[in-house]
């Protein structure tokens, strides 16, 4: 079956009082905001509109599409939080037993890191990466300060339980030399984010075959509970595997096998085998070939934190070479993506931009509802949540205002507007720590349960979306259902389809 032709990037609206009759998407992981289209639109004032940003789905509409044989399971297959995953004795500690089979520690955060590391010790790397907050840095010509309480809330104690004495230096000489199998890291969740698929993306660079995630949340090691920190490990999906070539349906059809209730519970040995040897492929050495590190397939690891200074900060870093060769990088700090730096909120540069990338160009259907890459020079190497400013929020100033519709669409493809209670409806984390043996608890934005609404729509179950106010004040509401737009664009892959259904409008 062909596609249905759409015109990508089309928004519809709809009065409080009218039937609903536009729908788009929204993908994060941190945030990727999508649009999609769908029949003709109210063309309302912004100011008197709800604006909804959920899927109505062609490839879950029956009369469209025939369903699958096997249905998306969102979460046997793409957001795995369940406690028989995630705490896995085997596969989640260094000194389990794995009477079931499996790889010792194959997903602690230090067996990661250590894959990922190249050519440099394990302990060196992590450490090098662990001392940009410690020292202050410049990114992109922005000021990105130090967080010291990154030494007494995480390094000492690190330090303390390797062997080490707390203040002792962990880079250069003289370093104490950090025990990877005592990392402070828990993980929460893994996510198969195949839906971040985009043949020809936005936002420059080379077109996105999707990501594998995972989320580790920082605890504190004498007591074990959990801090208000979290670390994202994000893997662009191999271009091959085992030697053959592999597309973003190879290995969305692989992870869908997850789905298949032959192969048990979640946390069965058999679904257990499977998981992990598929990320196996996205992890190990050699996954990408030609890449940094040995072939690392590892795209960014982006921070969300609170416990290394005052405010909510989000940072992120990258593999860069530092003179030693492309197989000793160092992962250092990078720009936060899609995300100016916070000085520039409601500011003279920030205007210049919006102005001349208007999204909202007073069609009814909002076909050129497009936004173009945040230039370079813009782009900090921090944000703060919620964005400093006025607001607090990302904002234009009086002077050029801009559509509700705008503003919002603009910030939430931001890191600090996608993580923001002010945004989003968000506090701050979309996976939260957890203690040990409890499943992590998600945010409203990941929450709502993927139920198809029934009959001849491709709609989810009325009354399980998120709905937030424009925290501009102005009236606006927007509505979203992440989880469903997620099966909407897994289930399109897995029918074979390359031209995502939702349009990305972010880069997170």
């Not at 190249?118 to 662990?130: D, I, R, S």
């Not at 990338?357 to 009814?364: D, E, V």
């Not at 205002?401 to 939430?412: D, M, T």
């Amino acid at each position: 079956m062909e596609p249905r032709l759409r015109e990508k990037g089309a928004l519809l609206f709809m009065k409080r009082t009218s039937t609903l009759c536009a729908l788009a998407g929204l993908a994060i992981g941190a945030c990727t905001l999508d649009t999609g289209t769908s029949g003709p639109g109210d063309d309302g004032p912004l100011g008197e509109a709800a604006q909804s940003l959920v899927t109505d789905c062609d490839y879950l509409n029956p009369t469209i599409w025939p369903p699958l044989p096997l249905p998306v399971d969102f979460d046997r297959e793409l957001l795995i939080r369940d406690v028989a995953v995630v705490d896995d004795v085997c596969r989640t500690t260094w000194s389990g037993s794995c009477p079931s089979g499996g790889t010792p520690a194959a997903w602690t955060f230090g067996m990661l890191m250590r894959q990922m590391a190249g050519g440099t010790p394990v302990h060196q790397f992590v450490a090098e990466w662990l001392h940009a907050w410690e020292v202050p840095n410049v990114v992109n010509g922005f000021a990105v300060p130090a967080r010291p309480g990154i030494r007494p809330t995480l390094i000492d104690p690190w330090l303390i339980a390797s062997g080490c004495a707390p203040g002792a230096p962990i880079v250069g000489p003289g370093a104490c030399p950090l025990d990877i199998r005592r990392a402070p890291f828990r993980l929460l969740a893994i996510f198969n984010r195949a839906d971040l698929q985009d043949p020809s993306p936005l936002y420059g660079g080379p077109p996105s075959p999707g990501e594998v995630r995972f989320v580790f949340g920082i605890f504190d090691l004498p007591s074990g509970n959990p801090l208000p920190a979290t670390v994202i490990l994000e893997y662009t999906l191999p271009s091959q595997r085992g030697g053959a070539p592999a597309t973003t349906f190879d290995w969305a059809n692989e992870f869908h096998k997850l789905s298949d209730p032959s192969l048990g519970p979640i946390g069965s040995p058999p679904y257990l085998a499977h998981l992990e040897s598929l990320l196996t492929d996205i992890t190990s050495p050699g996954a990408e070939p030609g890449a940094l590190n040995n072939g690392s397939a590892i795209g960014q690891v982006r921070t969300n934190e609170i416990i290394f200074g005052p405010d909510w900060k989000l940072r992120e870093s990258t593999l860069q070479q530092v003179g030693l060769g492309p197989n000793a990088a160092l992962l250092l700090p990078d720009t936060t993506k899609q995300t100016p730096d916070d000085s520039l909120n409601a500011s003279g540069t920030l205007d210049g931009y919006l102005d001349a990338n208007a999204l909202w160009t007073g069609s009814p259907n909002l076909t050129d509802f497009t936004q173009t890459p945040i230039p370079v020079p813009l782009l900090g190497g921090e944000s703060t949540s919620p964005p400093p400013g006025p607001g607090p929020f990302w904002d234009h100033t009086a002077t050029t205002p801009l559509n509700p519709i705008e503003r919002h669409h603009f910030a939430l493809a931001t890191c600090n507007g996608c993580h923001s209670p002010t945004e989003l409806a968000t506090p701050f984390t979309h996976i939260h720590p957890r203690p040990p043996g409890a499943q992590s608890g998600l945010s409203p934005f990941l929450s709502s349960p993927p139920i198809p609404a029934g009959g001849p729509i491709g709609l989810p179950a009325a009354g399980t979306e998120l709905t937030v106010p424009d925290p501009a004040g102005t009236g606006a509401m927007f509505s979203y259902h992440e989880p469903w737009r997620r099966v909407c664009e897994t289930t399109r892959i897995l029918n074979g389809v390359t031209v995502p259904f939702t349009r990305a409008n972010g880069a997170h």
